[in-house]
Structures are given as C-alpha cells and as structure tokens.
C-alpha cells in the first residue's frame, strides 16, 4: 500500500496543482479581459467625442462659409439714384415735386426696372431728408450711388437739378 501510494499520491498532487495553476490563469485572463474591455470603452467614448466635435467643427463651418457667400452677395448689390425736381406749371398756378428714381445692380446688371416716385415739395422742405425718406432702398444696407440729372425743360414742365 505504500507503494501505491508513493504513485498515486504524486498524481494527485500533480493534478490538483494543475488544477489551481489553470484556476488562477483563468482569473487572470480574465482580469486582463476587464481591464481591456475598460480601455475599449475609453477608446470609444473618446472617438465618440472626436467625432461629435468634428461634426460642430463641419457644421460651424458650412455655416461660415454661407455666412461669407451671402456677405460677398450682398457686398455685390448696389443701387443706383436719380433724383430731380419736376416743375409743373399751369395758367395760375406752379407744382413742385421731387422725383426720385432707383434702381439696384448686381455687379453691373440691372436687376430691375427704375422705381419712381413722386413727392410734391412744399416751400423750405429739406429735400436731403425727402429724398432718404422716399428712398424704396434705403441706402443703408446697399452701395447707393446717386445720379443727378441735368436741368432742362421737356414736355412735361421744367426740370431742375438737385445739388
């Protein structure tokens, strides 16, 4: 009996110490295993911030990049004024009015047909501040470059030119 046990004792000693040496490799794997998944998720998350952040990035972007398109639009748009003072004489009688007439440009296309209008002119109005109130354009948001027209008569009454 000694002698089986002298065998079988080694064996089982063998075996158990195996048995604890796969046990503790298991835990260890298994710790390895968590702490990677740790650093999977850290690795995520931060690509998930990067990504969220060049997507602001993109779409602050695009909107500078509209935001300069339309400011070089509109830097593009001017308007161009004509304005003058109609006489309309009768027997008894003599009309003054201010005629102011604009146009806006792109560039140097006309984008649309003159816009008149006509304003009668009491005695001593500030024709300056007349013509910026009869403004359709206004002037302040577009170039306005006004135009004089030269003073002669016509068929329909004298014109006279503003200075």
Known sequence: MSTILWVVLP???????????VYLMQQRMELQLARERQSLC???ASIEAQKQTLEELDRLRTEAVRRRSLDDFIADLRTEQRNFVRQQRSLFSTRKSLVV????YFRNLPLCNWVEHEVPIDEGA???SLIRTVSVFGGDGVDAKPELVSAGPNARGGRKQLT
């Open 11 to 21: 064996i089982f000693i063998s075996v158990g110490s195996a048995l604890i040496a």
């Open 42 to 44: 850290e690795a995520r």
């Open 101 to 104: 007439q604009e146009r806006l």
């Open 126 to 128: 500030d024709i300056k």
